[in-house]
């Protein structure tokens, strides 16, 4: 898809906890989108205190509870909090969201609700009439990695669930958290499977579920994009 000339000027401040987890297909599916990436790896440098824009906040192997142990994972925690009070769109993603739900007050339990693999997404009320799921079915299919989950923050809108796992997206003002994975490909689930000795099903099933599971995917982060283009932001 092509984009059009209004489209290039949105920048998209992407934050990186973990040099193994990475953009996956919003990558390329941000710059189709007609986006200018800037990434920041958080493990490396603080993030800019200076942007405009909608924020995409990736995973990472490690949890929010290591905070103590990764001081970088507090400070982005207080430069996301900060964002969302200045009206900026964000979009968190597996320990991307439950950051930003710890950012809003909100608990992330360790070792709680794993989930592994291809799942259903089931949409609450609220989250039908949401625009982050505009064009998507109830329930519809996204990849899911995670060890830890969250609780949903004071005055988060709930918007999705899983059988297994209840906190699957949640609102706060211009700000959208995700327990699942819209980003990955084959070759990250791959990675992950090598690396975590999980087995191969996870792998088998993306495979299986290429086609629907990156059409759901794509389409969640066009809305997100295009949400944010009405949104105004603080300078």
Same mark, same amino acid.
């Given at each position: 898809?092509?984009?059009?000339?209004?489209?290039?000027?949105?920048?998209?401040?992407?934050?990186?906890?973990?040099?193994?987890?990475?953009?996956?297909?919003?990558?390329?599916?941000?710059?189709?989108?007609?986006?200018?990436?800037?990434?920041?790896?958080?493990?490396?440098?603080?993030?800019?205190?200076?942007?405009?824009?909608?924020?995409?906040?990736?995973?990472?192997?490690?949890?929010?509870?290591?905070?103590?142990?990764?001081?970088?994972? /507090?400070?982005? $925690?207080? &430069?996301?909090? #900060?964002?969302?009070?200045?009206?900026? @769109?964000?979009?968190? +993603?597996?320990?991307?969201?439950?950051?930003?739900?710890?950012?809003?007050?909100?608990?992330?339990?360790?070792?709680?609700?794993?989930?592994?693999?291809?799942?259903?997404?089931?949409?609450?009320?609220?989250?039908?009439?949401?625009?982050?799921?505009?064009?998507?079915?109830?329930?519809?299919?996204?990849?899911?990695?995670?060890?830890?989950?969250?609780?949903?923050?004071?005055?988060?809108?709930?918007?999705?669930?899983?059988?297994?796992?209840?906190?699957?997206?949640?609102?706060?003002?211009?700000?959208?958290?995700?327990?699942?994975?819209?980003?990955?490909?084959? /070759?990250?689930? $791959?990675? &992950?499977?090598? #690396?975590?000795?999980?087995?191969?099903? @996870?792998?088998?099933? +993306?495979?299986?579920?290429?086609?629907?599971?990156?059409?759901?995917?794509?389409?969640?982060?066009?809305?997100?994009?295009?949400?944010?283009?009405?949104?105004?932001?603080?300078?």
């Amino acid at each position: 898809m092509q984009s059009t000339e209004d489209e290039k000027q949105m920048d998209v401040q992407v934050l990186q906890f973990d040099a193994r987890v990475g953009m996956g297909t919003y990558l390329s599916w941000l710059k189709e989108l007609g986006c200018q990436i800037n990434c920041c790896r958080c493990d490396l440098e603080a993030p800019p205190t200076a942007t405009v824009g909608p924020v995409l906040l990736l995973g990472g192997y490690m949890g929010v509870n290591d905070r103590d142990q990764l001081p970088y994972l /507090q400070m982005a $925690a207080a &430069w996301i909090a #900060r964002e969302v009070r200045r009206g900026r @769109p964000v979009l968190g +993603i597996c320990l991307g969201g439950q950051l930003l739900a710890h950012a809003l007050g909100g608990t992330v339990r360790s070792q709680s609700h794993q989930e592994r693999g291809i799942q259903n997404i089931t949409v609450t009320a609220a989250g039908k009439t949401d625009p982050l799921f505009a064009g998507l079915p109830d329930p519809f299919k996204s990849f899911e990695w995670h060890n830890d989950s969250f609780d949903l923050p004071p005055a988060a809108t709930h918007l999705a669930q899983t059988e297994t796992c209840r906190g699957q997206a949640f609102r706060h003002a211009n700000a959208w958290g995700l327990q699942f994975h819209p980003e990955v490909d084959e /070759q990250i689930v $791959a990675e &992950w499977c090598e #690396r975590t000795g999980s087995g191969h099903d @996870p792998l088998k099933q +993306i495979v299986q579920h290429r086609e629907i599971y990156h059409t759901h995917s794509r389409q969640l982060l066009a809305n997100f994009i295009q949400a944010s283009k009405s949104i105004p932001t603080e300078r």
